[in-house]
């Protein structure tokens, strides 16, 4: 019996780039929100981390063998978020991911949750590359160069925009 799906079953979500830009399409269930149907604030964090993992994955940067060969992986240093906008049972909410800094042991990323044009929520994420047992280490240099690929070049790209209005 073969590992491989049924050609039934469907493929995992993944997204895709715009350009430099990783987009991340998902939808609001149940289980995302609070008694009144709003998005509950941490889940913007699972989704932004969501959108990272599949970023790197269309980077072609294996982090599950990074780990098992013992190479090190990511973690987040820091995570800045500003609320703009709630998100409500039922919307479609697309995640952008760009590069602003790529660094020997860190990236820092934006990331912003928007439903359409209007914003939802914008965060400065900085990744940094660790040892197994914690320790910053130079990421490989094919991840540095494939971050680089994407990266924006403009320093105004650090500052957060102006709030998203419905």
């Not at 780039?17 to 889940?43: I, K, M, Q, S, W």
């Not at 995640?95 to 790529?102: M, Y």
Request: hydrophobic fraction near 35%.
């Amino acid at each position: 019996m073969s590992d491989d799906l049924p050609s039934t079953d469907p493929r995992p979500q993944s997204g895709s780039f715009d350009g430099p830009v990783h987009r991340y399409a998902l939808r609001v269930f149940y289980e995302d929100t609070d008694a009144g149907g709003v998005v509950y604030h941490a889940n913007y964090i699972r989704w932004f981390e969501r959108a990272r993992s599949d970023l790197l994955d269309l980077l072609d940067i294996d982090q599950r063998a990074a780990l098992e060969s013992g190479a090190g992986l990511y973690t987040v240093a820091e995570v800045n978020i500003r609320y703009l906008s709630p998100a409500r049972l039922g919307d479609g909410v697309v995640i952008d991911t760009e590069a602003v800094q790529v660094g020997r042991v860190s990236c820092t990323l934006r990331q912003t949750a928007r439903r359409g044009k209007i914003r939802l929520a914008e965060a400065m994420v900085k990744v940094g590359f660790i040892s197994p047992d914690g320790r910053p280490r130079r990421q490989p240099e094919a991840w540095q160069q494939a971050f680089k690929t994407i990266l924006q070049s403009s320093s105004q790209d650090l500052q957060p925009g102006p709030e998203g209005q419905e």
